[in-house]
Antibody
Framework: QVQLVESGGGVVQPGRSLRLSCVAS????????MHWVRQAPGKGLEWVAS????????HYGDSVRGRFAISRDSSKKTLYLQMNSLRVEDTAVYYC??????????????WGQGTLVTVSS | DIQMTQSPSSLSASEGDRVTITCRAS??????VAWYQKKPGKAPKLLIY???TLHSGVPGRFSGSGYGTDFTLTISSLQPDDVATYYC?????????FGGGTRVEIK
């Protein structure tokens, strides 16, 4: 059974940093692309970043590019999101998600339960 | 970047009604569209991928159609458990943009 468990959320001041983790189990972590998606309070889903399994490329949404970094540690089966220069508007529940297909980007078939990040002074 | 525009933003229908949600892409995206169901406090669930393919375990009352720029999610007979917000998404090439969402309620 696929499981994705996020952690690392919390309350942080604007301009500070935070690192989210997502521990994966139940599938071959190296074979699938992985993603971060967020939902701000009262807002819709927003794609944040993706890590490609075929070429290890990183992709970012415009609102986080240059401030956030996605990475993975295959030995720990863990996906990370390093969030720097945090802004109030980054306040959201952050979900990690697994891609449905191996070695290419497709839909997101498994999701974690989410971790809340609150950016506030 | 390609934008995904959903309509309506919300709807209210009776139990058993047929419900249709539309999503329009700003450019042709073949069939690289997925639909998700999101309930408050829960993770999103994949319903449909490749515009028309029902994800494993999803009830048969959900269906998807469309190709190119115009896509539709249909619930053939609305059930109380279907109260949620629904999102379309384009994938394959980043950015994996989501539509704005459609909130579905029961009268």
């Amino acid at each position: 059974q696929v499981q994705l468990v996020e952690s690392g959320g919390g309350v942080v001041q604007p301009g500070r940093s935070l690192r989210l983790s997502c521990v994966a189990s139940g599938f071959n972590f190296n074979d699938f692309g992985m993603h971060w998606v967020r939902q701000a309070p009262g807002k819709g889903l927003e794609w944040v970043a993706s890590f490609s399994s075929d070429d290890n490329a990183e992709h970012y949404g415009d609102s986080v590019r240059g401030r956030f970094a996605i990475s993975r540690d295959s030995s720990k089966k863990t996906l990370y999101l390093q969030m720097n220069s945090l802004r109030v508007e980054d306040t959201a529940v952050y979900y990690c998600a697994k891609d449905r297909r191996v070695y290419s980007f497709s839909s997101f078939d498994w999701w974690g339960q989410g971790t809340l990040v609150t950016v506030s002074s | 970047d390609i934008q995904m525009t959903q309509s309506p933003s919300s709807l209210s229908a009776s139990e058993g009604d047929r419900v249709t949600i539309t999503c329009r892409a700003s450019q042709v995206i073949s069939n690289y569209v997925a639909w998700y169901q999101k309930k408050p406090g829960k993770a999103p669930k994949l319903l449909i991928y490749a515009a028309t393919t029902l994800h494993s375990g999803v009830p048969g009352r959900f269906s998807g159609s469309g190709y190119g720029t115009d896509f539709t999610l249909t619930i053939s007979s609305l059930q109380p458990d279907d109260v949620a917000t629904y999102y379309c998404q384009k994938y394959h090439l980043p950015p994996h943009t989501f539509g704005g969402g459609t909130r579905v309620e029961i009268k």
